[in-house]
C-alpha cells in the first residue's frame, strides 16, 4: 500500500486498532528521542493516530512528570535554533506559535534580552549579499524585503543598511 493514496504505511489504519497505553507510551518516548517536542505536537500527533484524549493527557503528563517532555526546555532550543539561523524576533515569535507555544515566551526574552537585532540584521546581510554596493533603490528593497522576510522590522533593516554603508 502506498502513502498519499489515502492508506496509513503499514496497511494499517488508525480506525481498525486502537493504541495501547504501552504503544502509546513507546510512541512519545520515539518521538522524543527523536527531537524535542511540545505537548502541543504532540497531542496532534497522538490525535492523528485516533489516540483518545483521555489516553493522551494520562500519557503526556507521565512524560512530563519523568522530566522527558518540557515546553520550556523546547522553546528555548526553538529560539536558540532560529537565532542561529539569523532569524528576527518575529519569524521567532511565528514560529513559536506555530509550535503551540505564547509568542511571547519568556525563553524569547532571556536569550534576546542582550541582543542587538540591527547588528544581527547586518551580519546576516553581509553573509548573504557580500560587499555589493546598496546604492541602488531596487538593491536596497531587496535587503529590506529580505530582512522583513528573515523577521526583522522595516526600521531594523534600514539601520542595519545604514550601518554597512558607513563602514
Not at 99 to 109: Q, T, V
Not at 128 to 157: E, M, N
Amino acid at each position: 500500500m502506498v502513502a498519499g493514496f489515502g492508506f496509513r504505511r503499514g496497511g494499517k489504519s488508525a480506525i481498525d486498532e486502537p493504541l495501547s497505553a504501552e504503544q502509546v507510551w513507546s510512541r512519545l518516548l520515539a518521538w522524543q528521542t527523536r527531537r524535542e517536542h511540545t505537548q502541543h505536537e504532540l497531542k496532534a500527533k497522538l490525535s492523528q493516530l485516533g489516540v483518545t484524549s483521555e489516553l493522551a493527557e494520562q500519557s503526556l503528563a507521565k512524560l512530563v512528570d519523568y522530566g522527558l517532555q518540557d515546553d520550556d526546555r523546547c522553546a528555548e532550543g526553538i529560539v536558540r535554533g532560529q537565532l542561529q539561523r539569523g532569524r528576527g524576533r518575529r519569524a521567532i515569535a511565528q514560529r513559536l506559535q506555530q509550535k503551540g507555544l505564547a509568542a511571547e515566551h519568556p525563553a524569547l526574552d532571556e536569550q534576546t534580552e542582550n541582543l542587538d537585532w540591527v547588528k544581527e540584521a547586518a551580519t546576516l546581510l553581509q553573509r548573504r549579499f557580500g560587499d555589493t554596493p546598496i546604492d541602488d533603490p531596487k538593491a536596497q528593497a531587496k535587503r529590506v524585503r529580505f530582512l522583513q522576510y528573515r523577521g526583522f522590522s522595516l526600521a531594523q533593516a534600514i539601520e542595519a543598511m545604514k550601518s554597512l554603508k558607513s563602514n
